[in-house]
Structures are given as C-alpha cells and as structure tokens.
C-alpha cells in the first residue's frame, strides 16, 4: 500500500512537472533592412551580420542575411530585443558605411520589425564643388572677370571647420610643357602656388560648415548683375558670399563690406591689382598647413624658382600631402592640355568647350542624393567628376544623381 502512495506520489509530480508552462515560448523575427533615400539601388551584401541581444538577460544572437535580399529573420524566444548593424556597400568606386539600429522590439508574437539604415561615412571632405572662372563680357563686349567664385562644398556627413582652409593656383597655363618636373618627366612633389595664395582666418572652429553645406569665395562679393561697379550681363550674384579675396595693396581692388576677407599669406607679384583666376583654366588646389602660416612662408625651404629660366620670383611650393581637393582646369584645345597636377590629385581635367568671357562654370557631378543631401562625385579625376558650359549656381544643389 506504501508503494502505491509513492507511486501515486511520483505521477502526480512528474504530470505536474510536465504540465508547468516554464518552457520559453519561441516566435519569427523578420527585420528587412531598409536603405535611405537615393540608395534604392543598392544592394546588402550577402552575409551581412545583424546582431540581436535580449534586454533583459543579455542573451545575444547573431543572424546573417543570404542571397542578397537585405532581409534577415530568426525564431527567438519571447523577449524585448535590441538589435544593430553595420556594413559597407560598394557604389562605383566608393564605399559608404551604413549602421542600423533597432531599440526595445517586444517579440510575443510573429513580429516584423524594419531597420532604417543611415549612412555613416562616405569618403570626402571639402571639395571644390563648382568654379566659375571664365568670366562674362559687358554690354558694350568688354571683358568682366570680377564676378569669378570658387565654391567649397562639405561632401562628409559631419560638421567640419573651414578655419585654416587654403587656396591657391599652379604657375603656368596649360598651354606649354608644366617645367616643375622632376629629371625623370614625373612632376614634382611640392606644387608652386602663383600669384596670391590665401587661407581663411579663424582659430579652428569659428567657421563650422554643416554636411551638404558651402561656402562661396568671391573675387569680388557683390551682386554683379546690379552693382554699379559689376556687369549687368554677368550670371551671378555674389553679394552674400562668404569670402572675397581683397587685395588692399595696389589699392584698386574693390572691398565689399558686407563679405569679409581672406587673409593674403604671400604673393608673387606685388603689383597685382586683384586676384585671378586664369579665364584660360587654372590648376587650382584646396589645401591645409600643417604649421600656422606665418611660419610656414618664413621659412626659405618653402619656396623656388621657376626652373629652367633665371627670373628671381620665388613661389611658394605646397607639398602634395597637404592637399585637400585639387581640380586640373585646361583649355578646350586638345593641344593645349599639359597637367600640372600629379595623378594621384587629379588623374584628368576639366574645361570649358565655351572659352574665355563665355559666363560658364564647372560643376562636380551629383553622385547621389540622400535624405535631401547631395554627394559630389570625387574619384580624382576631374574628365569624370566634372559637368562644363553650366550657368553658375553658387549654394544651388541638384535634386537628383547626375550621370
């Protein structure tokens, strides 16, 4: 009879024991992974990992997408999940950085749960976004260079500081053989800046620019088409940029008051009246000093002369490693091409088919547009990064990816 009551004893626990509901119940979770705006094209990679950590006990999990669907999905038991990715997709022949991140997913039931990608990192920096040097010509046919501009674009999703940011052109057009070469033909590692080169003042971070944003640096910042000085035939008006390169000695140039100055850190020819951008095409270079200026064209080093001939002038040389963007503008005649830039800054060029005084830009092409941002093409190499013969359109942007 004792047996039988432990028996009975036994049953009872072990039926009880299997009818406790302590097993953790399991459900789908189905996240597609959701590009931003302008990327509908691109593709996940196959493999891309998703991680997926339970809140509460801190259990993780990691699933990984296949056949390129960008749709990654698991059974998990219940639980409140956060979830997080991060991968690279190859665009061209640019690779962009996506995160993804999914915050308190409560999985009680079959649950879809989208991650919205945003786009981390890009390459690029500042850029020259577009450049508008050829100039306009007058009712009366004379030539008008005065409303030339030069447009810095912030091509990175961050913040960044255009305190310090130089700018200079290369001796010589590109119409004869470029003379700054080394014994071998290569051209030589330290580039010469003629004429004015300038740097905008600023302590590091007074002169933030946000993503997508520019400035403007006006030969003369007024608006050209109403100015009495201007010319009303001139396509732009640069009365609210935010540089102009005033050049106080002679003491002709024009000082807009309401568009404050780059500062002159050296100059070739003190005789010179204004700054000039060639209305031929210039070789032109964005670039940072690694000391502050007035150190840099103290020292002797930092300067040469022309090879090959005995003038005096003494250029400023800029070695290749400073540079932050640099764009090679030729002229349209294909026998007047010479690079003064090294391949590794700018492997091609840019021109204009309209010539000199023609009210023509060049402008960096719209790779894509994403969330309402632009992003410049920029593979160095201007014969592909480059639109010509567009009317200007300083702090314009396009709508949509250019080909």
């Avoid at 999703?157 to 033909?185: H, K, M």
């Avoid at 850190?265 to 690694?290: D, K």
């Avoid at 204009?352 to 593979?379: F, N, P, Q």
Wanted: aromatic share 10%; hydrophobic share 35%.
């Amino acid at each position: 009879m004792k047996k039988l009551v432990v028996l009975s004893i036994i049953l009872v626990g072990f039926l009880a024991f299997s009818c406790r509901k302590d097993v953790t119940p399991t459900y789908k979770l189905t996240v597609p992974l959701t590009f931003p705006a302008g990327f509908n094209l691109a593709a996940v990679p196959d493999g891309t990992e998703v991680k997926f950590i339970e809140a509460q006990t801190g259990r993780e999990t990691v699933v990984f997408t296949t056949g390129g669907t960008g749709i990654v999905s698991s059974i998990l038991t219940s639980g409140t999940y956060n979830g997080s990715t991060s991968f690279t997709v190859k665009v061209g022949t640019d690779d962009f950085v996506f995160n993804g991140v999914l915050s308190n997913v409560i999985l009680n039931k079959e649950t879809n749960a989208p991650m919205t990608l945003v786009l981390a990192k890009n390459t690029g920096g500042f850029i020259f976004k577009e450049i508008y040097f050829s100039g306009s010509k007058t009712p009366d046919a004379k030539s008008y260079y005065s409303d030339q501009f030069h447009e810095v674009y912030n091509n990175s999703n961050e913040i960044l500081y255009a305190d310090g940011l130089c700018l200079g052109v290369l001796d010589q057009s590109s119409s004869n053989p470029n003379v700054w070469v080394n014994t071998d033909g290569t051209i030589m590692d330290k580039l010469p800046v003629t004429f004015q080169a300038w740097i905008i003042p600023g302590t590091g971070k007074e002169h933030p620019v946000a993503p997508g944003k520019s400035i403007v640096i006006a030969q003369d910042g007024i608006d050209h088409k109403t100015d009495p000085n201007g010319n009303p035939l001139s396509p732009v008006n640069l009365g609210k940029a935010e540089w102009e390169t005033y050049v106080a000695a002679p003491g002709k140039d024009t000082d807009s008051p309401g568009v404050p100055n780059l500062t002159m850190m050296y100059t070739t020819n003190t005789a010179n009246i204004e700054w000039v951008h060639s209305v031929f095409g210039s070789a032109v270079i964005l670039f940072r000093l690694p000391v502050a200026w007035e150190l840099y064209v103290a020292d002797p080093a930092n300067f040469k002369t022309r090879p090959g001939i005995t003038s005096s002038t003494q250029y400023l040389m800029i070695p290749k490693s400073y540079v932050i963007d640099a764009v090679e503008i030729v002229q349209a005649d294909d026998t007047k091409r010479y690079k003064r830039l090294p391949t590794e800054l700018d492997a091609g060029y840019t021109y204009l088919d309209g010539g000199t005084y023609c009210s023509k830009s060049i402008r960096r092409k719209a790779k894509l547009v994403v969330e309402g941002r632009v992003i410049y093409k920029d593979t160095n190499n201007s014969t592909a990064d480059f639109l010509h013969d567009l009317v200007p359109t300083p702090w314009v942007n396009p709508t949509a990816a250019e080909n």
